[in-house]
């Protein structure tokens, strides 16, 4: 950029792929410094608390205007996911989620994603970027590095709860850093659902040295004696899966992405662990409180959110949820003793696909991948 000239790269999904985005392993090191600068609150993402998940943008269930767009199938909306990341990173961004179930019908994936980096003095655009496999990896590093952190020093049985596209990108990270894993069980909608068929065969063709892979019928046969349970179940109440305290073996990680139907009471003895309090409380206040008729709380699903609510209702202390990041920068220990049972909470965060786009940048420009476009030559409106 010189007299006023903008030029911005452009990466597709394949120059994506060879600018290293699918690298699991070393995208949880990238997630690990995320954390750590998220820790020394050297990051900002939207609202006024610069703790917002994002800005979505919902359709009416119906409009008098002929041709509006309506929330007429599943997951229809549109999201902004802006963020800035300091440490070496010292770049702004944001990812552009657009969303429609209707989409597998047409031969594309449920959600379109791209990725813009900026500078953050001049707001001029570095890189325009295909950004679904950058989404899919970065998730599924995050409970690659929850588990380097909480698991124990042995792992070899993973548990799999809703075996779709974060868990098969979780799958990546827990090899990457856990490679004597030789055993995985998962559960799907039904013992014969497709999704669980599907992530069988990428884990046979991907990492043949497990060498037990069993559909289960159940969440209880799923998590028996599993080291690292991961939940990634795409579906809404009053579906979330169930899952009791009693099934895990001592020493478990539970790491839930969605939604876990957990009581209260079972919640209660867990060690908990969050990846941003300060995400969660804005979740907890949009949401509102909710109650059965009998006059008990009802469960939010996001595990995060359950915790605030906790100890709004004085059944923990705010102290009794240890974050991520403080783990992450050793002002905390993870694990107290062998036997300990956490429940993580983890939700996407725009920082995280800030750090992982840049990471891709950077390497693309390294090796000569993409395409160069113009902005202008000069700005005219000047």
């Known amino acids: 950029m010189s007299d006023g000239r903008i030029d911005f790269l452009y990466l597709n999904e394949k120059d994506m792929i060879e600018a290293g985005v699918l690298d699991a392993g070393r995208c949880v090191d990238v997630m690990e410094e995320v954390i750590s600068l998220m820790g020394k609150g050297d990051y900002l993402m939207g609202g006024p608390d610069h703790n917002a998940h994002g800005l979505m943008l919902e359709f009416p269930k119906k409009s008098k205007i002929q041709g509006f767009p309506l929330e007429d199938s599943r997951d229809r909306r549109f999201i902004a996911m802006p963020?800035?990341?300091?440490?070496r990173f010292h770049v702004a961004g944001q990812k552009w989620y657009g969303s429609n179930g209707r989409n597998r019908a047409k031969g594309f994936p449920r959600s379109i994603l791209m990725a813009t980096l900026n500078d953050v003095e001049t707001g001029a655009p570095l890189c325009y970027m295909?950004?679904?496999?950058?989404?899919?990896?970065?998730?599924?590093?995050?409970?690659?590095?929850?588990?380097k952190y909480f698991a124990k020093d042995k792992v070899d049985t993973i548990g799999i709860i809703g075996p779709g596209v974060i868990n098969r990108s979780s799958m990546r990270a827990f090899m990457a850093k856990f490679p004597d894993i030789h055993t995985v069980k998962m559960v799907g909608s039904t013992p014969e659902s497709k999704t669980a068929q599907k992530m069988k065969s990428f884990i046979e063709e991907h990492f043949p040295q497990v060498s037990d892979i069993r559909i289960c019928a159940n969440v209880q046969e799923a998590v028996k004696d599993a080291d690292i349970v991961c939940e990634a179940a795409s579906v809404t109440y009053p579906y979330w899966p169930e899952l009791k305290y009693e099934w895990l073996k001592p020493g478990a990680v539970v790491i839930s992405t969605n939604g876990l139907n957990i009581s209260w009471e079972?919640?209660?003895?867990?060690?908990?662990?969050?990846?941003?309090?300060?995400?969660?409380?804005?979740?907890?206040?949009?949401?509102?409180?909710?109650?059965?008729?009998?006059?008990?709380?009802?469960?939010?699903?996001?595990?995060?959110?359950?915790?605030v609510y906790m100890v709004k209702d004085g059944l923990i202390q705010r102290d009794d949820v240890k974050n991520l990041a403080d783990v992450v920068n050793g002002n905390v220990t993870a694990r107290e003793n062998k036997d300990e049972i956490f429940l993580v909470s983890i939700e996407g965060m725009p920082i995280q696909d800030v750090a992982w786009a840049y990471e891709c940048y950077h390497a693309a420009l390294k090796k000569g991948i993409g395409t160069m476009l113009n902005l202008w030559e000069k700005p005219y409106a000047l």
């Open 83 to 87: 963020a800035y990341l300091g440490g």
């Open 130 to 147: 295909s950004a679904n496999l950058l989404s899919s990896i970065r998730t599924g590093a995050m409970p690659g590095l929850v588990a």
């Open 266 to 307: 079972d919640e209660l003895k867990f060690s908990k662990v969050v990846d941003n309090w300060g995400m969660y409380e804005e979740y907890a206040q949009e949401d509102g409180d909710e109650f059965h008729p009998d006059g008990t709380r009802k469960n939010a699903g996001t595990i995060g959110e359950d915790f």
